[in-house]
C-alpha cells in the first residue's frame, strides 16, 4: 500500500511552519492568537498547531476585506 504522506504537505503545521507560509515571524503569530485575530490554531498537549486549510482560510479572508486598488 502506498504511504499516502510522502508526497504531500503535512496537514497540521507547528507554529514555526505556519510563520513561514504567512511569510510572518512567530511573536507576529503568538501575537495575533493572544488577540485572537490570527488563524485558527488549537493545542496539541503543548505544542500549538495550525491546520493547513486553516490558514488558507484566514489567508483568503484578510484578502477579501483588504481595499482593491
Do not use: N
Amino acid at each position: 500500500m502506498p504511504d499516502l504522506t510522502a508526497d504531500h504537505d503535512p496537514e497540521l503545521l507547528t507554529i514555526t511552519e505556519a510563520a513561514d507560509v504567512l511569510r510572518a515571524p512567530v511573536a507576529t503569530l503568538r501575537y495575533w492568537r493572544h488577540c485572537g485575530t490570527g488563524p485558527k490554531s488549537f493545542r496539541l498537549g503543548r505544542r500549538v498547531l495550525y491546520r493547513r486549510a486553516d490558514l488558507r482560510t484566514w489567508i483568503d479572508a484578510q484578502a477579501a476585506q483588504s481595499p482593491r486598488r
